[in-house]
């Protein structure tokens, strides 16, 4: 309300001499009656401030830029269309115009936070990004570097804003987390082979001599020889899942289970996309007959789990245990007999005098390379 000082403080002034247009208060004042256009009614002190504390509020509030005409009959035709109101009038119409512009700036206030908080992730993401652009400036980066560390934080926008949905999850009681865990993730789980058994090829004839208690497991061409672990197992791999993305050429930790839901990797050889999964061999032996790491193609989306949280689980549910146990052992025999079929023909057509059926003498006490017995197994305890 300093204006409405301002302008009580500059009616009082002396006229300009030099300027015909202003005589100020001093000349032709009177009291109100018979005036010309060059009259000016003088008015007391209060009244002087009521008009000028008007066309303040009016200017900051925007209802008004030009002060109101006092209780006197204006002195010309222009001004007698405006309005005219007596001291308490003027003071109760500031008084409403006053609450009017605070519901109005409420109300604005109000549409502004729902439009801002709309998508609170996504103002999230640019706070990470403003905050990741004035680190590069203050350090310098190069700019390669910096438009890969610009990608990562792009890649990781989706992650970001499915763990910041799942944090709701928290505050449910146990048997609701591992409800709606499981309905979640339920068919990415359920897709993965290492979750959902072991089946092998059979053939007609096969079929003919089984047992009914055997006939009874096969499905199609296949026979079932593991059963799928159970619903409340998958439910605790699911509360305990983790997300993680990967840059190009990196390469994911070992002892983890991976489940990708974005991007791919090259894994032994093969290309693995969204769906697939990669580490069920490594997360469930100890010392696996081979080790190898995945190499990302692309930013890898996956979730992943890891082997001590995998082992803890499964202590709670031994017929889940047994079946991911034994499709590790199966896959990984069949796995490491494969691989090592593969590199005895690489040695035979690199030396033409290379027998692959002699005996090697590492297989005198172990049976199998030396490589494959003392493998590395990691950090983290073996189920």
């Given at each position: ?43 007391d ?25 006092g ?38 206030a ?51 804003a ?18 709606v ?37 096969v ?17 605790q ?54 080790v ?62 290379y ?29």
């Amino acid at each position: 309300m300093w204006k409405g000082c301002f302008g009580y403080c500059m009616c009082p002034l002396d006229p300009n001499p030099d300027d015909p247009l202003d005589p100020g208060f001093s000349e032709g004042c009177n009291d109100g009656d018979d005036l010309d256009d060059n009259d000016f009614v003088c008015v007391d002190p209060f009244t002087m401030y009521i008009a000028c504390l008007f066309w303040a509020l009016g200017a900051i509030t925007g209802f008004s830029m030009c002060p109101e005409a006092g209780p006197y009959p204006p002195p010309s035709a222009r001004a007698a269309m405006s309005l005219r109101f007596t001291r308490a009038e003027c003071i109760v119409l500031m008084i409403i115009l006053f609450i009017g512009a605070l519901i109005w700036v409420y109300v604005t206030a109000k549409f502004v936070d729902v439009i801002s908080n709309s998508n609170p992730e996504v103002t999230e993401f640019r706070q990470t990004i403003d905050n990741l652009n004035r680190f590069i400036a203050f350090n310098k980066l190069p700019k390669e570097l910096s438009q890969r560390l610009r990608e990562y934080y792009y890649a990781t926008k989706q992650m970001k804003a499915a763990e910041s949905r799942a944090a709701i999850t928290e505050g449910l009681s146990p048997a609701l987390q591992e409800e709606v865990a499981l309905l979640l993730n339920k068919k990415w789980l359920r897709d993965a082979p290492f979750f959902n058994g072991l089946r092998m090829m059979v053939d007609e004839e096969d079929k003919k001599t089984m047992p009914p208690d055997v006939l009874a497991r096969v499905e199609g061409d296949k026979i079932r020889l593991v059963q799928p672990v159970e619903d409340p197992f998958l439910a605790q791999v699911a509360m305990h899942l983790k997300t993680a993305v990967y840059a190009p050429q990196e390469m994911p930790p070992r002892g983890r289970l991976y489940l990708i839901y974005g991007g791919g990797c090259m894994f032994k050889g093969k290309f693995l996309g969204v769906g697939k999964t990669f580490g069920e061999i490594d997360v469930m032996l100890e010392k696996p007959p081979r080790v190898v790491n995945a190499v990302s193609v692309s930013f890898l989306h996956v979730f992943y789990i890891t082997r001590a949280d995998l082992n803890t689980i499964s202590f709670e549910f031994p017929k889940s245990r047994r079946a991911m146990k034994t499709w590790a052992m199966y896959n990984g025999l069949k796995e490491y007999l494969m691989w090592n079929l593969a590199e005895e023909r690489r040695k035979a057509e690199q030396d033409p005098t290379y027998d692959m059926y002699a005996p090697d003498p590492e297989d005198e006490v172990q049976g199998v390379p030396a490589d494959a017995v003392h493998g590395t197994s990691g950090d983290e305890s073996s189920i």
